[in-house]
Structure formats: structure tokens, C-alpha cells
């Protein structure tokens, strides 16, 4: 059974910081891409940032410069620091794992909140 569990959200003024923490188990972590995705109040669920099992990024837009994902998989973890936070950052964030070869095995946390106000 896989299960990946996030951690690290919450309250946040503008301009702070946040890092988020996707554990991952019962998968073989490298085999995996992951990406971080969030999803705001009435709006669709958006792509953040996503790495590749190779460790090739890639981001959303509006958080490039901002956020970093990072993986490690020694310790079967996928990070996003996210700096200088907007109100607009606000959301529901979950992380994601899709296989490289098997599109079909993808899996979703449950989602952890971050809430950047003052």
C-alpha cells in the first residue's frame, strides 16, 4: 500500500516562509516523479512543482525564483521551500507521486493546508 504523508503547512504572514514534507512508503521512491500541487478555494487543483525520478524540475510560474521542490532518496522524501509567500499562495497542498514508466500508478497524499495572511 502506498501512503504519502505531508507535513509542514500552516499560518504564515506574507514575505515568510514555509517547508513542506511529503513521506513516502510501500513504493520503490526512485522510481517515481513527484510534484507538489495545490488547490485554492473554487478553483481547479494547479500544478506547482514538480522533479522527475532523473531530478530534472520544473515549476509553476508564479513560483518560479520562489519555491524549490528537492528529493531524497535515501530517506524517501520530497520537499517544496517555499519562500517569500503571497496571499495568493494560499491553498490546500498536496503532493503527488506518478511512476516514470506506468502512468497509472499515481498516488495522493491527503493534502495539508497553508494559509499565508497577516
Known amino acids: 500500500q502506498v501512503q504519502l504523508v505531508e507535513s509542514g503547512g500552516g499560518l504564515v504572514q506574507p514575505g515568510g516562509s514555509l517547508r513542506l514534507s511529503c513521506a513516502v512508503s510501500?513504493?520503490?521512491?526512485?522510481?517515481?516523479?513527484y510534484g507538489w500541487y495545490r488547490q485554492a478555494p473554487g478553483k481547479q487543483r494547479e500544478l506547482v512543482a514538480l522533479?522527475?525520478?532523473?531530478?530534472?524540475?520544473n515549476y509553476e510560474d508564479s513560483v518560479k525564483g520562489r519555491f524549490t521542490i528537492s528529493r531524497d532518496n535515501a530517506k524517501n522524501t520530497v520537499d517544496l521551500q517555499m519562500n517569500s509567500l503571497k496571499s495568493e499562495d494560499t491553498a490546500v497542498y498536496y503532493c503527488?507521486?506518478?511512476?516514470?514508466?506506468?502512468?497509472?500508478?499515481?498516488?495522493w497524499g491527503q493534502g495539508t493546508q497553508v494559509t499565508v495572511s497577516s
Open positions: 522533479i522527475t525520478s532523473g531530478g530534472n524540475t
Open positions: 510501500g513504493a520503490i521512491f526512485r522510481l517515481y516523479h
Open positions: 503527488n507521486a506518478k511512476h516514470e514508466v506506468n502512468g497509472r500508478l499515481q498516488y
